[in-house]
């Protein structure tokens, strides 16, 4: 950057370069660029080819598993009649509840933060500690919500513990990306806001949250892909890994209808489910491992392509 | 409307206003807003021309370490717009702001000329529309839009932009409506629209112009007022400022020898 700086002054100061020497002067910033985007290519090539071939891999080890009777079936001893039912039904619930505790918390705070907040060294400590925790591993959450929900809370080795802990890995994804999200609304919109006489909490309600629905989005659905494939804070917390059984149903046709019992089943969730087979030593257990795997790997794809779709969709009308 | 001095609408009298990193934008000043009449104020750039402006609706007040110290009063109540006591959202219902860069809502046409009268609590679907229309028309903007209310303001050309933002300005009837160089943005043409809406609209309400473009102040103002480094250095109708000012400075500036 600073040496481009200094040529560039260089050739303004000399203004007198023959036509020739400035153009060989622009071929060579040419040819830099060209190395660059070159080398840039090879290597995000060489990265998408890994992760093409793990997954291939597990496509094709596991492709003979993926059938309509995999996904409707509980785990079994033999691994021919195995399937993921209680582990997917058990992933979905477990998302629900890190779904309802994470985002109205964390889109709350990160609209507090932006927001309301007076901005001292305390909002600054804040804000340090809510984008480290981003990046705290997650095994780290775990061992919190061991604490606090299973002895703490007394919780329990559920569903609920389950949700809560992966709400909090999740929640400063939500949070910054919240953040992020306000940030980019220029003052110019607020202040045409509050100049027709909008108070704090119309700004907030009418624009703010308005414009940064697509940028919240897109963070809440990549929160949730990375919390569908964590494993270490829920094999902490106590998730079982052999469930032949369904949390019982949340709506029954009897009195009184609805039963929130479900929170408090043991459970089991995709990737453990997965971690179960592959440490059978006998290899058929090894290909629904695989078909577990792929599917994991399909879903996180699928919620990443609908929030690279949502953003896009979103951000269309929004030009600034 | 009644009058108790002489046809003045507002008045800022030994203003002094500070940043929150202590920069003294203006010093003592003061200068009569009057009524139904545009007042232009120029200067070079950095003399705290739209400083001044964004007091009379407490625009600072949304940053926190901002401080005013004088009055500016409204009549024909006598209300201090300055006044710890004075909500500056009532304020801003009274006095509305057109901004440099035309900035609309990223919502449809109507819903940005709709939305002052949301924020007063407005529900009667009627009285939105006949508004909408009205101030539209105040903008001359609505034979362009009449036929897609709907569509996203971003669609609008950027003088439509700037006209859109005046009708959104115009839609809870100001009394004064405050104008940080609205055309620097805009195209010739654009540019003389707005100037031609002014001159218009001030049969309707009170206008304060910021303007960076001296031919605009002597083309569209009844009076003018110089600013140079955060103090007002002359005020007086814009013929008098044009063909023979008091003060030599503002000579200097008005005939080019100086900014
Ligand atoms: N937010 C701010 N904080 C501190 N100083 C400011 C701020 N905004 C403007 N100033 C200073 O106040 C003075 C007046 O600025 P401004 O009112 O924008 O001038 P003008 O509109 O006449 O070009 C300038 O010296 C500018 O640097
Ligand atoms: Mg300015």
Not at chain 1, 23 to 39: E, G
Not at chain 1, 125 to 144: D, F, K, Q, T
């Amino acid at each position: 950057m600073e040496k481009i700086n200094q040529e560039n002054l260089n050739a303004q100061s000399t203004s007198s370069k023959t036509l020739e020497e400035v153009r060989s002067m622009i071929k060579a910033h040419k040819r830099n660029d060209l190395i660059f985007a070159s080398v840039g290519f090879v290597v995000i090539t060489l990265i998408l080819l890994t992760l093409l071939t793990l997954f291939i891999d597990l496509v094709i080890d596991g492709y003979p598993k993926i059938t309509y009777d995999f996904f409707t079936s509980f785990p079994s001893r033999r691994a021919a009649n195995a399937g993921i039912f209680s582990a997917w039904v058990g992933s979905s619930l477990v998302l629900l509840i890190t779904f309802l505790s994470a985002v109205p918390l964390g889109v709350a705070s990160g609209i507090y933060l932006e927001e309301y907040a007076p901005k001292n060294w305390f909002s600054d400590l804040i804000e340090v500690n809510v984008s480290n925790l981003a990046g705290v591993p997650s095994i780290i959450y775990g061992l919190l919500a061991l604490g606090l929900f299973v002895y703490g809370l007394k919780l329990g080795h559920t569903i609920v513990t389950a949700g809560l802990t992966l709400g909090l890995l999740m929640l400063p994804i939500v949070i910054v990306s919240t953040r992020e999200a306000i940030r980019s609304i220029p003052i110019a919109i607020r202040e045409a806001a509050y100049a027709v006489g909008a108070t704090k909490w119309q700004v907030v309600l009418h624009h703010v949250v308005q414009y940064s629905f697509g940028g919240i989005l897109t963070g809440v659905i990549i929160g949730m892909a990375r919390a569908i494939g964590e494993t270490a804070p829920v094999i902490t917390i106590g998730a079982l890994t052999f469930i032949a059984f369904l949390p019982p149903p949340p709506i029954s046709l009897s009195y009184p209808f609805i039963s929130f019992e479900w929170l408090q089943s043991s459970f089991t969730v995709l990737p453990i489910q997965m971690f179960n087979w592959l440490s059978r030593p006998d290899h058929a257990f090894h290909i629904n491992a695989a078909a577990t795997g792929a599917v994991i790997i399909v879903l996180t794809l699928i919620m990443n392509g609908t929030a690279i779709w949502l953003r896009y969709k979103i951000r269309k009308n929004i030009k600034w | 409307m009644a009058q108790n001095n002489l046809g003045i609408k507002a008045e800022a009298k030994d203003l002094n206003f500070y940043y929150a990193n202590g920069t003294q934008a203006l010093k003592n000043v003061s200068l009569p807003v009057h009524e139904n009449k545009i007042t232009a104020l120029i200067g070079p750039s950095g003399c705290g021309k739209s400083t001044f402006l964004r007091c009379f609706n407490r625009m600072h007040d949304l940053y926190p370490g901002n401080r005013y110290e004088g009055q500016i009063l409204l009549y024909p109540d006598n209300t201090n717009v300055l006044s710890k006591g004075v909500d500056p959202i009532e304020v801003r219902m009274r006095i509305s702001m057109v901004f440099q860069k035309p900035n609309p809502f990223p919502k449809s046409i109507y819903e940005n000329v709709a939305y002052g009268l949301r924020v007063r609590g407005e529900k009667s679907k009627v009285k939105i529309d006949e508004k909408v229309e009205e101030a539209l028309k105040g903008a001359s903007l609505w034979n362009e839009v009449k036929t897609r209310l709907n569509d996203l303001a971003f669609n609008l050309s950027g003088g439509q932009q700037q006209r859109l933002c005046i009708a959104r300005a115009l839609a809870t009837d100001p009394e004064i409506m405050l104008f940080d160089e609205p055309t620097s943005a805009l195209d010739p043409i654009a540019t003389v629209n707005i100037e031609e809406l002014m001159s218009t609209l001030k049969n309707k309400l009170s206008i304060l112009v910021v303007t960076h473009n001296m031919q605009q102040a002597a083309r569209i103002s009844d009076y003018t007022a110089y600013m140079y480094l955060g103090e007002m250095i002359e005020f007086d109708a814009t013929d008098k400022i044009f063909t023979n000012p008091s003060k030599k400075e503002t000579e200097d500036y008005i005939t080019g020898k100086f900014g």
